[in-house]
């Protein structure tokens, strides 16, 4: 039975060490899709609707990374709405070195690319994932979603792809992400995404940070899906910071195998 790596203070972790410890597999011959999410210890996904209000000085460091390390950032519709998310701003310095080492990054130091997923195209065009200076973003859409709504969002900059009839399927935007070379992949939410990646078996990696507090309310969990689908996880690692926060990472068994 895989044991619970002994915890690691985060304070006693150089960069290099915390990047060694989040390194995606080196050269991924196919998308590798990491998860990552914040959750109060009992459970809450949020704050109000928003998960910003979890975040702690250790979250956003590691969140920080994970973005450095990632070729693109997979989102849902309803969090890229909820979060007001725009482009990713990232260390260009740190993804030239990456880079370098084979690690994730970018040979330029751009940023990795927004990857927004929504069945019906439903984005503001005006909205700061547009108008944010970065990389292009990808639309993952479906052959259903209005026209003139597609229309509007490839006219604001994005690149959208249709990945299915009426849904969005994972095998399909897995197979859109490895055309691109975008394999290392970091899902940033929502639970609905999640479920739907993890019931189809495509979840290969889960960053869990758990944040010191209790928040009660209706939040609901990290994945939700119409069925159960039980995933045996290898912890890698947890790391403890001085306020209380836990950072977790979990593997999926013989990812690497």
Do not use: W
Not at 214 to 221: D, F, K, Q
């Amino acid at each position: 039975m895989q044991r619970m790596p002994n915890a690691i203070q985060l304070t006693d972790l150089t960069r290099d060490d915390l990047v060694e410890l989040y390194a995606y597999p080196v050269e991924a011959s196919v998308p590798y899709v990491r998860v990552n999410f914040v959750t109060s210890i009992d459970g809450a996904v949020s704050v109000d609707g928003r998960s910003g209000g979890l975040g702690t000085p250790a979250d956003h460091k590691v969140f920080g990374l994970l973005r450095d390390l990632a070729d693109v950032i997979l989102v849902g519709a309803g969090t890229a709405r909820a979060e007001n998310y725009g482009a990713a701003h990232t260390d260009s310095e740190l993804r030239r070195g990456l880079h370098k080492e084979g690690l994730g990054g970018d040979v330029q130091g751009t940023p990795p690319r927004i990857a927004v997923v929504t069945a019906r195209g439903a984005l503001d065009p005006a909205s700061r994932l547009f108008t944010d200076t970065g990389a292009r973003p990808i639309v993952f859409t479906t052959a259903i979603a209005p026209e003139d709504s597609k229309r509007r969002l490839a006219d604001a900059g994005a690149e959208v792809i249709v990945v299915g009839e009426d849904r969005c399927t994972v095998e399909s935007i897995r197979a859109e992400l490895d055309r691109l070379e975008l394999r290392r992949v970091l899902c940033e939410g929502g639970p609905s995404l999640f479920g739907d990646f993890l019931t189809a078996g495509g979840v290969d990696d889960l960053c869990l940070t758990l944040s010191p507090q209790l928040v009660g309310g209706t939040a609901g969990r990290i994945a939700v899906s119409p069925k159960a689908a039980p995933t045996p996880m290898e912890p890698r690692h947890l790391l403890l910071d001085s306020d209380g926060t836990i950072l977790t990472r979990f593997e999926r068994a013989h990812t690497r195998g």
